[in-house]
């Protein structure tokens, strides 16, 4: 579904992801696990076109995309859930939903999706009048999921779902993200939580400092004594 082949990306000078590569198979959860700086973020910003590739190729069923505008990669079928939420404070929740489709034209399937990112987060449906910028940082964190959802797309990109979340609303979000890839969407995880990354996740992919240097299932890479100490506090 997505191959990423020797993928470089740079600010300026400095060289934030260095040749890697990495595909992404139908059904899949994949992860990428790494350290604060190792290019996690850069990866997925660069997939759906906020930042420009410096070398190498991003081909999303069988289509390069390559430094293609940002909607346009939406409009292929990717959605991006940002590192931090960047949900529209100002806007009320169902607004927020609403924006998610912008680009859809099949109104009733929209109504339909949106009933189904209320079955999945109930709080939602109860806030849905409420600005997005009053939500607890667990609620902002399902209402970016739900945006995405309502895209439709086929891959999402989740950048760090749990970051600064209470443990009881981590495994109630990691919980939804596999009801969300059983029911079809292919997923592409970030996350400095590893134990929870890999415990949800089919493969994984280790990047440090802009390199992948180990890849393999995410069961094996779980017991990898080099994993267990870095990232799992073994």
Request: aromatic letters at 4%; glycine letters at 10%.
């Amino acid at each position: 579904m997505l191959e990423i082949k020797d993928l470089h990306v740079s600010y300026g000078a400095i060289k934030a992801v260095k040749g890697i590569s990495f595909e992404v198979r139908e059904g899949e959860i994949v992860t990428l696990i790494g350290a604060n700086g190792a290019g996690k973020s850069t990866t997925l910003r660069t997939i759906s076109g906020l930042e420009a590739t410096a070398g190498g190729t991003i081909t999303f069923m069988g289509q390069n995309i390559n430094n293609m505008p940002p909607h346009k990669i939406v409009e292929l079928g990717i959605s991006h859930v940002p590192e931090g939420r960047r949900v529209f404070t100002n806007l009320s929740v169902i607004d927020n939903l609403k924006l998610g489709a912008n680009l859809r034209k099949d109104k009733e399937a929209v109504k339909k999706d949106m009933k189904k990112v209320f079955e999945l987060f109930p709080i939602l449906e109860k806030r849905q009048n409420q600005l997005a910028g009053t939500l607890s940082g667990g609620e902002q964190q399902m209402l970016a999921v739900g945006r995405a959802l309502m895209t439709k797309g086929k891959l999402m990109l989740l950048d760090e779902p749990s970051m600064g979340l209470a443990p009881m609303i981590v495994e109630n979000i990691f919980e939804i993200i596999k009801e969300i890839n059983n029911e079809g969407t292919t997923i592409l995880l970030i996350e400095q939580n590893a134990y929870m990354a890999l415990s949800i996740a089919d493969r994984a992919y280790v990047l440090e400092t802009g390199n992948i240097v180990l890849e393999g299932s995410a069961s094996d890479l779980a017991e990898n004594d080099e994993i267990k100490k870095a990232y799992l506090g073994a």
